[in-house]
Structures are given as C-alpha cells and as structure tokens.
C-alpha cells in the first residue's frame, strides 16, 4: 500500500480517519468483518468507523485498526509510537512499571519542540496522543494502586493543561481544554479512592470547568456525571441530584443510551443516600430501559471508556439495597451482578463485596457480613485503598455491642494499626 496517495493523504489531512481505514482494508484485501473480528468488532461497528467522517473518534480503536492494516498511525491522527499502547499489557509488578513508563512517554512526547521531534504531531495528533494516554491510565486503575498511578496522571494533566495554555487557535485550545478535562476527572478518581475526599472534589470540579472551555456538551454531562457519583457516594444527596438534573440538561433532547442508563444509576445512588427507596426503584427503573437500547457489539462511545451493561444496573441496586438496609435487593441482584462481581477491577469488586456484606448484615448474618468484609479488606490492603478500608470501617461502624463475636474482634484486629 503507497501511504503517500492522494486520497490517503486527503482524507487524513480532513480528519477523516475512517475513510483512511477503508482505503488501506481495501487495498490489503480484508473484509469488513475480518478486520472487525481483528479489532473485537461487530461488521456493523467497522462500518460506522468507516463512514464517520471527520468527528470524534474512538483512538484506542484507530489505533488496533491500523495496527492490524499496518497504517502510520500519524495518517489516523495518532503520534508514531502510539498504537502499541492499544495492545493489553499483563499486570505483572514489571510489566505495570514498563507500561507507566510507556504511557507517560506518549503523554511527554507531545511535549517536545520541534527542533527535538523529527516529525512533530499536527494539533489533532497532539490531542490524539494526551486521550489515549488518558484511556491507558484509566484501564490501569483496575490492578494498580492509586498510589502508583496518581503521580504520572498528575504530570500528564500539567503537561495537558500547558499545551493546552501555549495553544494559538482557540479551536485547538477547545480540543485540548476536553483532553484536560478527561485527565482531570481521572485525578479525581484516583485522589477518590485514595481517600482525598478534598482533593477529589477538586479534582472533578476541574474538569467540569475544563469541559465547559470546551465546549462540549456530552463532556460535560459526563464531568457532572461523574461529580455527582462521588456526591452520592460521600452522602451528600441534594448536590448529587442537582449534577444530575444540570448533567441532563446538558444532554438536551438528544441523549445516549447509555448516557441515560448511567446517569439513571447515579440518580439512583442519590436517592439511596437519602433514604428513597421508592424514587431509588423508580430511577433503576429507567436504567434498565435505557440499557436495552445499547447496542451490545459497540464500543462504548467518548468519552466513556467501559461498556455499560445490565450487569452494572444491577450492581448498582445492590449498592443502594445496602445503603437502604434492604437485604432483599441485594440477595435478589448479586446474581445478575454476576459480571462486575467477577470482574477484572479488584477495587470495585471489594467496594460491591462490602455492600454484600451490608446486605448480610441486615439480614443478622454477622458471620457471613465481616467474612465477605475481610475479603474486602485484603484487597483495600493491596491497593492501599483509603476508600474500601473506610467503606470497612463504615459497615463496622453499623454494629455495636458490648461483647462481640470472634469474627468481629478478628476484623477489628485487621484494621488495627491501618492508617490509610
């Protein structure tokens, strides 16, 4: 394939970067489905990218796509070296220090002056490169602790912020304000389960701003979104519902599916936090609804990064089952949260394994409330996750008695001397 076509280069000037795949599919003799099952794609899915024209793309996917087409990423509005982040990384001790590494060089490279970068990034392959950066760290946060990772996404959203400040065209500032906006939010996220509840706050407030400067509505629903579940988590109902009414009016008429299903979850929590549980029922409800508008084979469309199932709605009426003390609930959705149970993220498994065990408790059953705790503090432990010890403590904090039982003292003496 001549990569220096006039069409290739057209297309990749214009930013259609979908036409740029077809035309190398096409020259290489793959099928759409083929390149499809390559990609972890539906044949509709590449069909879509393909005919996208010049919007917003999903760059981890550009990038598996001209992986496999063997395409200069720099003609799908990637930096050189930046597919191969694309490819999953084992969570060996080694191989999470190597990736950290790697992924803050992507970030750092688009930092470099002309004179030090022989081919430096045009702006939409700048902003390109800070996403995906983005998109890797937030794909770490499930077998990394905070700890580890907050650093290097610290330095990454300073180097994004003054790319960001140093940008001539306000368009370019625009598109580099939602790359910092992103990286923002994940600061925030990761301060969160650190146990910075202050810094969280801050953190996720930065990045509702940074959305605003970009203009972009569904970033900033997102942004709001995700300060609202924090609000929710922290008790703090009121201020979650109000997120998530002016998340919605962000979204106006036009909304996702799985906007709508997350945002009813959130909504939920809220509701929960306050004591609701018939307007917690209701706002479930409509999550489930909405999830089944969600088209199973899609990538979960910018800026979230995990698809968005019934399994996760589930989990969430697990979540607000515990919080309403209704064991029910959360005996009645553990299987259908099967899913997030048994999923990768170690952090969010212990954070559902301790509402678990706030259903036991609700029910009377101590033994089995602290047991399924333990397990959860042994992850928190791992991860020195302020969030899930303090979640532990919460649940210990829901039993008094003047003599409790061995497997009481037993979590007590695991906590002891715990400074997280």
């Known amino acids: 394939m001549k990569w220096s076509t006039q069409a290739i280069r057209d297309a990749s000037r214009r930013g259609d970067y979908g036409r740029v795949v077809k035309l190398a599919r096409v020259a290489a003799g793959v099928s759409q489905k083929q390149l499809g099952e390559a990609c972890g794609l539906s044949q509709s899915a590449v069909s879509r990218m393909e ?8 760059m981890t996917l550009l990038a598996r796509a001209a992986t496999h087409l063997h395409i200069p ?15 999953p990384v084992d969570g060996t001790d080694v191989e999470r220090r190597n990736f950290l590494a790697g992924a803050a060089a992507v970030a750092t490279a688009t930092a470099l002056p002309p004179a030090l970068t022989p081919h430096p990034p045009a702006g939409d392959g700048q902003v390109a490169t800070l996403r995906l950066a983005t998109s890797a760290f937030r794909r770490m946060d499930g077998w990394t602790p905070s700890r580890q990772l907050s650093e290097p996404v610290l330095a990454h959203l300073r180097l994004t912020q003054t790319i960001a400040s140093e940008a001539e065209h306000e368009e370019q500032r625009a598109r580099l304000a939602a790359a910092g906006s992103e990286a923002a939010s994940l600061a925030g996220w990761l301060a969160w389960d650190m146990g910075d509840a202050g810094s969280a706050r801050t953190w996720y407030g930065t990045a509702v701003k940074a959305a605003r400067r970009a203009g972009n509505p569904l970033l900033t629903a997102y942004q709001l979104g995700s300060l609202a579940q ?57 999550a489930e609804r909405s ?70 408790m609700a029910a009377g059953r101590l033994d089995g409330a602290f047991a399924v705790a333990t397990r959860a503090v042994e992850t ?11 979640r532990a403590r919460a649940l210990r904090r829901g039993f008094t008695s003047a003599t409790p039982p061995k497997v ?7 906590l002891h001397g715990v400074y997280l």
């Open 408 to 414: 009481v003292r037993d979590f007590d003496e695991r």
């Open 230 to 286: 924090f609000e929710a988590h922290a008790g703090n109902a009121p201020q979650a519902l109000d997120l998530v009414r002016e998340a919605r009016r962000q979204l106006g008429g036009s909304r996702l599916a799985i906007a709508d299903a997350w945002l009813a979850t959130v909504e939920a929590l809220a509701h929960s936090a306050a004591g609701d549980t018939e307007s917690t029922d209701t706002a479930l409800a409509a």
């Open 73 to 87: 990423p720099r003609l799908v509005g990637l930096a050189d070296h930046t597919a191969a982040t694309a490819a």
């Open 291 to 360: 999830v089944e508008r969600i088209a199973v084979e899609e990538p979960p469309p910018w800026p979230w990064v995990f698809t968005f199932s019934g399994s996760k709605v589930a989990a969430c009426r697990l979540s607000c089952g515990a919080r309403l003390g209704l064991p029910t609930w959360v005996f009645g959705a553990q299987d259908d949260a099967a899913g997030v149970l048994s999923s990768g993220h170690d952090k969010q498994r212990a954070l559902l394994l301790l509402d678990v065990a706030s259903g036991h």
């Open 380 to 390: 928190g432990l791992r991860y020195r996750s302020g969030r899930i010890v303090e």
């Open 51 to 58: 005919g996208h024209g010049t919007g917003t793309y999903n």
